[in-house]
């Protein structure tokens, strides 16, 4: 499918984006993160967990100019 898309003048790219799922209770995550990947399956998006690295991947999603917003009582 790639060479007919290419052959009809379209170009491959690579590109890296951030997602982040948060929840409002812990055993919320599983199904929320399970949703988040079969969106982006039907697109064609693969997701890849970022173990290890949660920190790094959560401050890449922070909108640029704006920090966390107060905690919420």
Do not use: W
Request: aromatic letters at 6%; one cysteine or more.
């Amino acid at each position: 499918a790639q060479d007919v898309e290419h052959a009809h003048g379209s170009g491959l790219c690579r590109f890296t984006g951030y997602l982040t799922v948060t929840v409002d209770e812990p055993d919320e995550l599983s199904e929320a993160c399970a949703q988040a990947e079969a969106g982006a399956a039907l697109v064609g998006i693969e997701l890849r967990r970022m173990y290890g690295a949660q920190d790094t991947g959560f401050a890449m999603t922070l909108p640029v100019g704006l920090g966390l917003p107060a905690k919420r009582l």
